[in-house]
């Protein structure tokens, strides 16, 4: 399979000298530079790199231990959690013994997120987030699936936010410290509107709303995160 075939079938992917795929990837595969080797598997018609039309809430139609890697990122949160879970299980099925699923989905522990669900089964300010994702609902449907062998990165732990190395050559997570600017402050204009926040958290201790985006304070840091975690089949 060459970079400049993109549209595939799924005996293309099973062809593949090495299967890896991005779960939701929708435009994050092979050759988008991060994404180098995966095949994005979802519904999204646009794609213009390597790509294969499927519904995930449907099995994945490759032999048992076939999969090198799996990716997901941002892509979880859309469905259901007894949906999640059997696409876990079939991660669990397809991977080779020793392989590695990455998964990153917001971190609605993240204080500024923590309040999304209250009221709603939809996350309010974007209901497309029908599933509350952190750590602790992550885990539990790691092992309802069948994986024992994890490691939780990123993830809020009440309001300290664990930041843990990532090999970003085990697979591209862009909601970061590392990768988005929503997260640091730049500029003038950044630096006094942090400032502010940081005066009325230490004044209320409560959420802020500031031009539109919720705001979280920690280590002086505007943090748009995610539940990051490595799991080994």
């Not at 790509?51 to 799996?70: E, K």
């Not at 923590?114 to 709603?120: G, I, T």
């Not at 190395?165 to 909601?175: C, F, T």
Request: charged share 25%; net charge neutral.
């Amino acid at each position: 399979m060459t970079a400049e075939r993109s549209t595939m079938t799924w005996p293309d992917v099973a062809a593949l000298d090495r299967i890896a795929l991005n779960l939701g990837g929708r435009l994050n595969c092979h050759p988008a530079p991060g994404y180098e080797g995966l095949v994005a598997v979802d519904l999204f018609q646009g794609a213009t790199g390597w790509h294969v039309t499927h519904d995930l809430r449907d099995p994945l139609p490759l032999p048992d231990g076939s999969v090198a890697q799996i990716h997901t990122e941002d892509f979880l949160e859309h469905i259901r959690p007894a949906e999640i879970v059997a696409l876990l299980t079939e991660c669990h099925r397809v991977l080779a013994p020793g392989a590695r699923l990455r998964i990153a989905v917001p971190d609605y522990e993240n204080p500024k997120d923590r309040a999304a669900f209250e009221h709603s089964t939809k996350d309010v300010r974007n209901d497309e987030h029908i599933t509350r994702t952190d750590r602790a609902s992550v885990e539990q449907m790691l092992l309802e699936a069948g994986f024992t062998t994890y490691e939780f990165l990123h993830y809020w732990d009440g309001d300290r936010f664990v930041r843990r190395p990532v090999d970003y050559s085990l697979g591209m997570v862009r909601r970061t410290p590392d990768h988005d600017p929503r997260c640091r402050r730049s500029g003038l204009k950044n630096t006094l509107v942090g400032a502010l926040s940081d005066l009325r958290w230490s004044i209320t201790h409560l959420r802020t709303w500031s031009r539109g985006t919720y705001l979280a304070r920690e280590g002086k840091r505007w943090y748009v995160t995610s539940v990051i975690v490595d799991v080994v089949r």
